[in-house]
């Protein structure tokens, strides 16, 4: 075979080749195995030398002619697989604008974050502050500081864990009180709540948790009343419960406030009648509250001859669970989706 022949056929074959290229991985392939450095045609220079003087002008312009048109063809084909796959692509791609959209699945707000904005948003409105506090806390600021020395009976009213002797998980949310007082430097007006999580060794059971939220009210000045606490939890019972709600304070006990006060709110799902909710009497219980001790605001540098106060707890835990008839507080703190669900506004594709 001359060896022109054999380089047509080399040409020929490297063209198959080329056009049998799917795609360009097999393109290059093709590229490396005839004009790589170790390709075939490069090979063919390298046997150049081996030939008679006059005759390599002659070979190594057809080997350069077979060169030029494999890199052409290849070229070229390279150009139509990447229009191919830019056309699939765009294939592909299509969007069909006349498609249903997909739903976004919006979370809802747990129902204590809810309790909790409200009544954030009532107090500010009020002219009150939010101060935060340690959950972890000092025997001081959660029972000394609070008129309740050690030893005192009155500690079994919250069974503590204690972290050491001197530090436990604070069991309400009072310490922020103190501990407010105390920076204040016996100057008022003081006009806070806190709103944070407590801990208490009860056993869990359907409306006991060891673990629960508390929000703490506070007001130290002078000339502050009974009565300015009456009307603050008048407005408070009536921002959660409803614009026609009535309280009712009953005579109770706390070692921290002196007189001390149970808050009952009237039902309202039957409106002070009797019914399940309310154990037939029309009235719920939602708050322990009271005029602070003189000894509290001593203890914390005020002057109780020219300051008075009054403070309150609330459970929102509690209040959320009469709020919303949910019958289990466990359910507020297993994170069930399906629990949280029932509380996503309406709009949001929750239940009306
Ligand atoms: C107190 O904790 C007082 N510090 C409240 C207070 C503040 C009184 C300021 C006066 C002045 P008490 O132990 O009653 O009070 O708790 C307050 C609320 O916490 C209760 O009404 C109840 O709603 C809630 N609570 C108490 N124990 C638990 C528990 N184990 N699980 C869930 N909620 C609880």
């Not at 052409?72 to 697989?81: P, T």
Request: aromatic share 8%; net charge negative; hydrophobic share 35%.
């Amino acid at each position: 075979m001359s060896l022109q022949e054999k380089l047509a056929e080399l040409r020929q074959e490297a063209l198959v080749r080329i056009n049998e290229a799917k795609a360009e991985r097999a393109l290059q392939d093709v590229k490396v195995n005839y004009l790589g450095k170790k390709g075939v045609i490069t090979g063919l220079m390298k046997e150049m030398k081996e030939l008679p003087k006059e005759e390599r002008p002659e070979f190594g312009q057809l080997v350069n002619e077979v060169r030029k048109a494999i890199e052409q063809e290849i070229e070229a084909k390279k150009v139509l697989l990447e229009e191919e796959a830019l056309n699939a692509q765009l294939e592909n791609e299509t969007i069909d604008v006349t498609l249903p959209g997909r739903k976004v699945s919006l979370g809802a707000k747990h129902p204590l974050t809810k309790i909790n904005e409200d009544l954030e948003d009532l107090f500010i409105g009020l002219g009150y502050e939010i101060v935060e506090g340690y959950e972890v806390e000092s025997d001081y600021y959660n029972f000394e500081a609070l008129n309740l020395p050690k030893s005192h009976p009155a500690r079994d009213m919250q069974d503590t864990f204690y972290i050491s002797e001197e530090i436990l998980m604070r069991t309400h949310t009072s310490p922020v009180q103190a501990r407010t007082l105390e920076k204040r430097n016996g100057v008022g007006p003081v006009k806070i709540i806190c709103p944070g999580k407590v801990y208490r060794r009860d056993s869990d059971d359907a409306t006991h948790s060891h673990q629960f939220t508390q929000i703490e009210g506070l007001v130290v000045a002078e000339n502050i009343k009974m009565s300015d606490l009456k009307g603050t939890l008048e407005l408070l019972a009536r921002k959660l419960f409803g614009a026609d709600r009535e309280i009712r304070l009953r005579p109770s006990f706390f070692p921290f406030t002196e007189p001390s006060v149970e808050v009952d709110v009237s039902c309202f799902k039957c409106k002070g009648h009797g019914c399940n909710v309310c154990k037939q009497t029309g009235w719920i219980e939602v708050l322990g509250s009271g005029m602070v001790h003189p000894n509290v605001l001593e203890m914390a540098g005020f002057d109780s001859s020219k300051y008075s106060g009054f403070a309150f707890g609330l459970g929102p835990d509690r209040m959320a669970m009469l709020k919303y008839g949910i019958e289990d507080i466990r359910h507020f703190y297993t994170n069930d989706v399906r629990f949280l669900e029932q509380f996503k506004p309406v709009e949001d594709g929750g239940e009306a």
